[in-house]
């Protein structure tokens, strides 16, 4: 059996096969084998596999929901809205039990929101007995301050004192005109009398008039002289006065600039810490929603009900907020090629992709530093809303999560098994 077999194989026909090719092999075996490489080059290059990062991405609006977190422990003693109950801005939602009655500080703070600095004018006759609690003790410095600021107003010591000298000064004024011009006649009585004194000299020289009657008209002469300077020295101490009255009054009107300026000081300090008080107290026992917006409850709350501090109570979504943004936190593995400006395809969890499609978005913004976690956090902006790729409305639902593929390159298959050739070359 096995000599058979040796001579079948060594037969003529066996060995023409063997060492002969066929002719067509040889002519196009290699060209065949060229265009099935240089197809696949094709294929590879036409082909585009997108080098993408994958990261969990939160669906929200440009201005997000609002959550509402109790400030204390307690049990609520009265919840002033109902579950999706529209408010507006900066409106009380509950009030947490404690010492003071909400409605007399509410009411306290409304009047204190509408005060003008520019001019102070506070209803203290309002005010009647309040139970303000822990704010007790900053609304009676408000209201000692407030008092005496009224009272300073009403009685206007600096005003009187400053008329007072007013008058004082207009008459010590006049007195001095008064002496001005006695003084002015006083002079030209001197000058009649010194005149009347020289021709008394010349005829007392020449015999005609007796010394006693000379010695008496130059006596007379000498008391106009010191009734003159006797007058001199009243003017000097008249403008001495009136130089002591106008600094005086120039004190007064400093001393009324301080006082002003104190008394409002005092109010303005007392008036801040007595809202300082109040915004405490707003922060620790009242949750009050500073957007508007559509007021959900977290869970079915009831009054007396206890909650406690750091508790997620209220979401308030703002209903006229458009503008979609999706939150993204990417790992930090290859975060170093996310730019601005990237695609990114969204896939929502309620919604599935074969079904529904991708929404489409762009990355808007890349923080610097990643946070506590080690994530990168991203700001993604959606061009076409919440449009799929399908062409379908995906219905807008606060906090909707999902995936986001954030295409940092999109490569050619060529390219690719290039880099891997590199790679190889490399080592």
Not at 35 to 41: E, G
Not at 294 to 313: C, I
Not at 353 to 361: H, I, N, R, T, Y
Request: hydrophobic share 40%; charged share 25%.
């Amino acid at each position: 059996m096995p000599i058979q077999e040796e001579t079948e194989l060594r037969s003529e026909e066996v060995q023409e096969i063997l060492t002969k090719m066929p002719h067509w092999m040889i002519r196009w075996g290699n060209v065949v084998v060229l265009l099935l490489l240089t197809s696949l080059f094709l294929v590879s290059w036409i082909i585009k596999y997108p080098e993408v990062v994958n990261a969990e991405i939160t669906i929200t609006t440009a201005l997000p929901p609002e959550k509402l977190i109790a400030g204390s422990s307690g049990r609520f003693e009265k919840i002033l809205i109902a579950d999706r109950d529209t408010v507006q801005k900066n409106t009380a939602l509950a009030v947490i039990e404690n010492t003071s009655d909400y409605k007399d500080v509410f009411f306290l703070k409304a009047c204190l929101d509408s005060i003008d600095l520019n001019r102070i004018v506070f209803p203290l006759d309002r005010m009647g007995n309040l139970e303000l609690g822990t704010i007790e003790s900053s609304y009676a410095v408000f209201e000692k301050e407030y008092q005496a600021y009224l009272q300073y107003k009403d009685l206007k010591p600096h005003s009187i004192e400053e008329s007072s000298q007013s008058f004082e000064l207009l008459q010590l004024g006049e007195r001095l005109q008064l002496l001005l011009q006695q003084k002015e006649i006083s002079k030209m009585e001197q000058s009649l009398k010194m005149k009347d004194l020289d021709r008394y000299r010349r005829l007392h020289e020449k015999g005609i008039i007796s010394t006693q009657e000379w010695e008496a008209k130059s006596i007379d002469y000498l008391q106009q002289e010191k009734n003159l300077r006797s007058m001199s020295t009243q003017i000097s101490v008249l403008r001495s006065s009136i130089n002591q009255l106008k600094t005086d009054s120039s004190n007064t009107t400093a001393n009324k600039t301080r006082d002003d300026i104190n008394l409002f000081q005092n109010i303005i300090h007392a008036l801040q810490n007595l809202k300082a008080a109040i915004s405490d107290w707003d922060q620790a026992y009242v949750l009050r929603s500073s957007i508007a917006g559509q007021v959900s409850y977290l869970q079915v709350w009831n009054e007396n009900q206890t909650v406690k501090s750091g508790e997620n109570v209220f979401t308030v979504i703002p209903v006229e907020a458009r503008d979609y943004v999706g939150k993204v936190k990417a790992p930090a593995k290859n975060s170093g090629k996310l730019k601005v400006g990237q695609p990114v395809q969204i896939r929502l969890s309620n919604y599935p992709d074969q079904e529904f499609g991708v929404v489409e978005g762009r990355v808007k913004s890349i923080s610097m530093i990643p946070d506590k976690d080690g994530n990168i956090l991203l700001d993604v902006v959606l061009p076409k809303g919440l449009e799929t790729s399908y062409g379908k409305q995906i219905q807008f639902q606060q906090e909707m999560s999902g995936t986001a593929n954030i295409i940092t390159e999109d490569l050619r298959l060529a390219e690719r098994l290039l880099y891997q050739f590199r790679k190889i070359f490399q080592r």
